[in-house]
């Protein structure tokens, strides 16, 4: 069986079989096609390996086509069937002939696929829509690979929804910096000091959960399904190596000599998050308190909507 990633496959299948296929049997849908591998599955973002396979995971591509006015339900179904009836066996590995709810392969409207991930056909989102959609739906709307786009709408709709605009990263890092505030800096040592332990335990995992938001906006990159939210997070450019003071503080106790050492290292966590905010001069605030940067960070938005909507609203 083939050692290689789920993306590389998907793509040696399509060069083998899928754009021959369609070069052959569909000439004149080629210019309004778009092939590739993205959306749900770790394989979309790189991550699979051995235990990956055990299900969903088969050779095989999207195919996205653009509406009925261009391509008709009786070219989709001819275009089903040609897929269909490709290889069912590539690189030692088969193809399931049985499809889970939700088609992760084969012939997707474009359309489709994007209401599916963001509520909108086209990407065009709006301010609520931005603030309310969570992380791991726009991360597959513009994960994996796109192999082929003829007709080019696919790829500017992905190119569109890439970024966040930066009035949403401000008010999105507004919200998660006054709960890292709330529930490390200030509700920790306070709910040990009430006896209330498992309260404790709670504000550390909204303190780390808040955390790992932050640094993923200040990567201007999408969080991942939480599964994968460490893997992704050790490989980003900025501030990637907070991935293992984090899991120390959601892994360890809070025995009383634990306590204070917790304390501390969420402390230093906030403290490398103020210089990085510094660094990308998204904030004037000075001092080690976060609630303060998080209000310097909203007073930076552009949009005065967005700007008095509620300090929580990019929670």
């Known amino acids: 069986m083939s050692t290689q990633k789920g993306l ?95 088609q992760r392969r084969g012939i997707i409207r474009i359309s489709d696929f994007f ?31 796109i192999f082929y786009d003829g007709y080019g709408i696919f790829s500017k709709i992905r190119e569109r929804l890439n970024r966040r605009p930066d009035d949403i990263r401000r008010k999105k890092l507004c919200s998660h910096l006054l709960l890292m505030n709330q529930s490390g800096q200030y509700n920790y040592l306070r709910c040990l000091g009430h006896g209330e332990n498992g309260a404790a335990q709670m504000a550390v995992f909204e303190y780390v959960r808040h955390c790992i938001q932050v640094v993923f906006l200040l990567n201007n990159a999408y969080m991942p399904f939480y599964k994968w939210v460490f893997r992704s997070m050790r ?54 308190d976060l609630q303060r940067h998080a209000f310097s960070v909203n007073d930076g938005i552009k949009d005065t909507r967005i700007r008095n909507m509620h300090v929580l609203a990019g929670e």
């Not at 086509?65 to 690189?91: C, G, H, T, V």
């Not at 301010?127 to 991360?139: C, F, G, I, T, Y």
């Not at 899991?247 to 906030?270: A, H, Q």
Request: aromatic share 10%; with cysteine; charged share 25%.
């Open 115 to 145: 209401v599916e991930k963001t509520g909108m056909p086209d990407g065009l989102l709006s301010v609520e829509q931005w603030l309310s959609l969570p992380d791991n739906a726009l991360a597959e709307a513009t994960n994996g690979k």
């Open 8 to 102: 590389e496959i998907a793509q040696a299948y399509f060069d083998a079989y899928g754009f021959p296929m369609l070069k052959e049997q569909f000439p004149y849908l080629l210019p309004y096609l778009a092939a590739g591998l993205t959306g749900s599955g770790s394989e979309c973002y790189g991550y699979d390996d051995e235990l990956s396979r055990d299900h969903d995971f088969e050779p095989g591509f999207c195919l996205f086509l653009p509406d009925e006015e261009i391509i008709s339900r009786k070219e989709a179904f001819q275009l089903e069937r040609a897929y269909s009836a490709l290889p069912k066996s590539f690189m030692g590995i088969d193809r399931s002939m049985i499809h889970p709810v939700g």
């Open 235 to 288: 490989a980003l450019p900025k501030l990637s190596l907070l991935a293992e003071v984090l899991e120390y503080l959601i892994v360890t106790d809070n025995e009383p000599d634990l306590c204070r050492e917790k304390s501390d290292v969420m402390e230093s966590i906030s403290a490398d998050i103020i210089r990085e905010l510094t660094d990308q001069r998204l904030t004037q605030a000075s001092g080690e």
